[in-house]
């Protein structure tokens, strides 16, 4: 482009622009839409500053002109945006005072607070007992392997909660044999990786979801266990006796009824279950024959326990000769049921806010 090809480009450009803004100002009726048309000519990539780049390739003698024209030019565009900015914001300002008045009779927005699930709740309640009997609290994954599950605790192979049929095994195949994994059907895998990790003297609870082929009333296929083992030397069932009750009372008061009855469990010898008063009907008060909980026996069984196999400790490295230990695994939800008078476990994971709001 030759000099004057820039000199003739310029006036154009100029004269264009003199003649576009005042009307694109006017047919702008929001800020945000004023600030884009302002920066379409005066921002870094706008019309007149393109036009203020190419002063240099002006003839020598009328580029002092032509910068005058530019910057009188570019004076007038921002005080016309000023102007239009103010002017709408002043018909905004009209527009509200002219429009209806503050109603300071109507009622506010309610927020509903959040709160605790009931379930976690009860966790919490539980956990804040053994922690102030001084046990440490760790997590174990839901997804584990058959071995911590089943074989390291003493499940021989033929085990009815290995089958297929009562446990939820992720796809792998049956050569996999004690590498197969599934969803852990109860919280004791957390003896197994909690003791191989550590020496005696330890005291542990481990809260965490638990899964089973198991539905009704008081049995869900998903549900929440806190397990809790402790180990040193001379460890006896009084102790489990006295902790667990201790725990108990804390929970639900000194007048509920717990009681021992010996029970099964291949990871501990000699072993029981623990039931308490069922505090949904409070049938240990009065005889009922009608309650949906503990279906009329005024028992709930909370949990199972006993002390630990000398099989275990041989899984985990310890000597069966120099410690012994208890373990107890409880359940939450039947915990979270009594406390809160809930009659049907399955409401405990329906999200129903008109169940959970009640809590
Ligand atoms: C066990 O799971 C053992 N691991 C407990 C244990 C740990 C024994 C350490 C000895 C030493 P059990 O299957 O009984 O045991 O379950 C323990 C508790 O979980 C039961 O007492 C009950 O309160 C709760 N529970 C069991 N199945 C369900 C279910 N489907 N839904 C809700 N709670 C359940």
């Known amino acids: ?13 100029l004269e ?22 302002n920066a379409r000519f005066t921002g870094p990539q706008g019309e007149l500053t393109g036009l203020l780049k190419l002063i240099p390739e002006l003839p020598k003698e009328k580029r002092r002109h032509f910068g005058q024209l530019s910057n009188q030019l570019k004076d007038e565009i921002l005080e016309a945006f000023r102007q239009r900015l103010e002017s709408l914001a002043r018909t905004a300002l009209e527009a509200e005072m002219a429009g209806p008045h ?9 927020h509903t607070p959040g709160r605790l699930h009931p379930l ?24 584990e392997l058959h071995e911590n599950n089943f074989d390291k605790l003493g499940f021989p192979p033929d085990h009815p909660a ?7 095994f992720i796809a792998s195949s049956p050569a996999d044999g004690p590498r197969k994994l599934l969803l852990r ?36 296929p998903m549900f929440m266990q806190i397990e809790g083992f ?12 006295g902790v667990l009750t201790r725990a108990v009372q804390r929970l639900f008061g000194s007048d509920i009824p717990v009681r021992f009855r010996p029970s099964y469990f291949p990871f501990v010898e000699p072993g029981g279950e623990v039931d ?19 279906k009329g026996t005024s028992w709930l069984e909370i949990l199972g326990c006993g002390m630990i196999h000398p099989f275990v400790f041989e899984q985990v490295g310890y000597d069966p000769e120099k410690y012994t230990g208890f373990a107890f695994g409880l359940g939450v939800d039947r915990v979270a049921m009594l406390r809160y008078g809930i009659s049907d476990i399955r409401l405990l994971f329906e999200n129903d806010p008109r169940f959970l709001t009640q809590f």
């Open 276 to 294: 308490i008063g069922c505090w949904f009907c409070r049938g240990w008060d009065k005889r009922s024959t009608e309650c949906r909980v503990c």
């Open 1 to 13: 482009m030759n000099e004057s090809d820039v000199v003739y480009r310029f006036e154009q450009g």
């Open 120 to 143: 976690i709740r009860t966790k919490h309640e539980l956990l804040d007992v053994f922690i102030s009997f001084g046990f440490d609290v760790v997590e174990g994954p839901e997804v």
């Open 162 to 168: 290995t089958d297929m049929q009562d446990s939820f």
């Open 102 to 110: 503050l109603d300071v009779t109507l009622p506010g927005r309610f």
């Open 16 to 37: 264009r622009i003199s003649r576009a803004y005042r009307a694109a100002f006017s047919e702008s009726v929001t800020e945000q839409s004023l600030r884009v048309v």
């Open 230 to 241: 402790l180990v040193d030397r001379h460890v006896t069932f009084a102790q489990l006796k």
């Open 185 to 220: 059907t109860h919280t004791s895998n957390v003896q197994i990786r909690e003791m191989s990790r550590r020496r005696p003297p330890l005291a542990v609870v481990s809260p965490g979801m638990v899964y089973r082929r198991d539905d009704d009333v008081t049995h869900s």
